[in-house]
Each structure stands twice: as structure tokens, then as C-alpha cells.
């Protein structure tokens, strides 16, 4: 099993910043690849950012975006503690949503059903 913990929402203006952030425990961490899911309110639960296991390519880990923020959002993992990060800049008010961390064993994922795991989430709230 994996329990993901997230934190680091709230709320703030447009144009401002936050930083999410998820900690992981129950398996080892370069073994998962994570992700973040985000649910804007009356909306489905969409994909947002992806980054691969560790460990798996020469390269270092990759990403993957959803077209609306790349260049705005930028997720990273530091394995030594077991967390991974969402930084979000130049937020905009369809930003708004609840937003998941989840975890899978293969990479290249980008669908909910991929997903094994899943955080509580966390509230962003973007005013205009």
C-alpha cells in the first residue's frame, strides 16, 4: 500500500504562486511514478503533470504536461524525501480546483484509471 499526503493549497490571487507539495510512504519511492490530478468544481477529475520513476532512464526522471499549463506548472520529485512537488506560477481563476497526487508503478501514465493510489487533495483557490 501507499499513502499519499498532500498540502501546500489555498488560496490566492491570479498571477500569484503556490507550491503543492506530496509525501509518500509504505513503498520505495523511486519505484512510483507520480502525478498530479486536479477536479475544478462541477468537473471531472483531469490530468495535470506527470513524472516518471527514478532510477529508469539515463536521462533522469521525465515529465509530461497537460497543454493548459505547460510553461506555468512544473512538477519534480526529491526521492530523499520521498515527495513530490507541484510548483505553480501565473495562476489563473480556472485553476481552481482540488487537487490529487497519485502514484502508479509504470510510467507514461496519464489517465485517472492508470492511477493505483491516490492523496485526500488539497483546495486551490484562484480569485480574479
Known amino acids: 500500500q501507499v499513502q499519499l499526503v498532500e498540502s501546500g493549497g489555498g488560496l490566492v490571487q491570479a498571477g500569484g504562486s503556490l507550491r503543492l507539495s506530496c509525501a509518500a510512504s509504505?513503498?520505495?519511492?523511486?519505484?512510483?511514478?507520480m502525478a498530479w490530478f486536479r477536479q475544478p468544481p462541477g468537473k471531472e477529475r483531469e490530468f495535470v503533470a506527470a513524472?516518471?520513476?527514478?532510477?529508469?532512464?539515463?536521462?533522469?526522471?521525465?515529465?509530461h504536461y497537460a497543454d493548459g499549463v505547460k510553461g506555468r506548472f512544473t512538477i519534480s520529485r526529491d526521492n530523499s524525501k520521498n515527495t513530490v512537488y507541484l510548483q505553480m506560477i501565473s495562476l489563473k481563476a480556472e485553476d481552481t480546483a482540488v487537487y490529487y497526487c497519485?502514484?502508479?508503478?509504470?510510467?507514461?501514465?496519464?489517465?485517472?484509471?492508470?492511477?493505483?493510489?491516490w492523496g485526500q487533495g488539497t483546495q486551490v483557490t484562484v480569485s480574479s
Open positions: 497519485a502514484a502508479t508503478s509504470s510510467d507514461d501514465n496519464y489517465n485517472r484509471g492508470d492511477y493505483d493510489y
Open positions: 509504505g513503498r520505495t519511492f523511486n519505484n512510483l511514478a
Open positions: 513524472i516518471s520513476r527514478s532510477g529508469f532512464r539515463w536521462s533522469g526522471p521525465s515529465t
